[in-house]
């Protein structure tokens, strides 16, 4: 069954809420962003979560330090890096990560294969302001001959209730990632949430 990452988290009650409606994964934003958190934001939501569900933490362009230094304090279990970091840099790393990449056409794939070490390649929209969170969605027919393992595959860009089961089935991702899609007026909402999640777990 395809894993749900909920990103972009900053308040105690939303991280409840997605846990308890079966989020495998929990999402922070480091990065300069409109849902950034800081470490002392995150440490207390973090260490609520139990620990079935994974803490990702969103950087980019982060040193290693910085990096680590983050992971270790909130306790996260995979950094999410959405800069310009080579593979030499990811491969440096004491902490698992996850690598993100803004697809626009079907050459924007090639650069995944630079990446095996990565647990996991997430692919966003190329649209919006930011490296990644703008709510915008690509063209999901590129995904249908991916240059690697499909179970790596995290889809993110433009996900809400009423696109996510038409994404699950054209490109079977191993995991969905959404921020924006349980957003209304900028902040997350319980009903969105609860429904997303539940449009992924009855298919």
């Keep these: 069954m395809t894993k749900v990452k909920i990103c972009g988290i900053r308040e105690q009650e939303h991280a409840e809420t997605a846990v308890q409606a079966g989020a495998d994964m929990i999402g922070f934003v480091f990065a300069y962003s409109k849902r950034q958190v800081t ?35 909130v306790g996260l279990d995979y950094v999410q890096l959405h800069g310009d970091e080579t593979p030499e840099f990811c491969e440096q790393l004491n902490v698992p990560y996850i690598k993100s990449f803004r697809i626009h056409e079907a050459k924007d794939l090639k650069a995944t294969s630079q990446y095996d070490k990565a647990e996991y390649l997430l ?81």
């Excluded at 969905?176 to 349980?182: A, E, K, L």
């Design 123 to 203: 692919l966003d929209s190329a649209s919006g302001p930011y490296r990644g969170g703008n709510g915008t969605q690509f063209d999901w027919h590129l995904l249908e001959t991916l240059p690697f393992d499909r179970r790596r595959l995290i889809l993110a860009g433009g996900l809400n209730a009423g696109n996510i089961q038409q994404a699950i089935s054209e490109t079977a991702p191993a995991i969905v990632d959404v921020s924006s899609g349980v957003e209304r007026d900028g902040r997350k909402q319980h009903d969105l949430i609860e429904t997303f999640i539940t449009r992924i777990k009855e298919r």
């Design 39 to 73: 470490i002392d934001q995150a440490k207390p939501i973090a260490a609520s979560i139990p620990s079935s569900v994974k803490k990702v933490g969103v950087f980019v362009n982060a040193s290693k330090q910085t990096l680590e230094q983050t992971a270790h304090e």
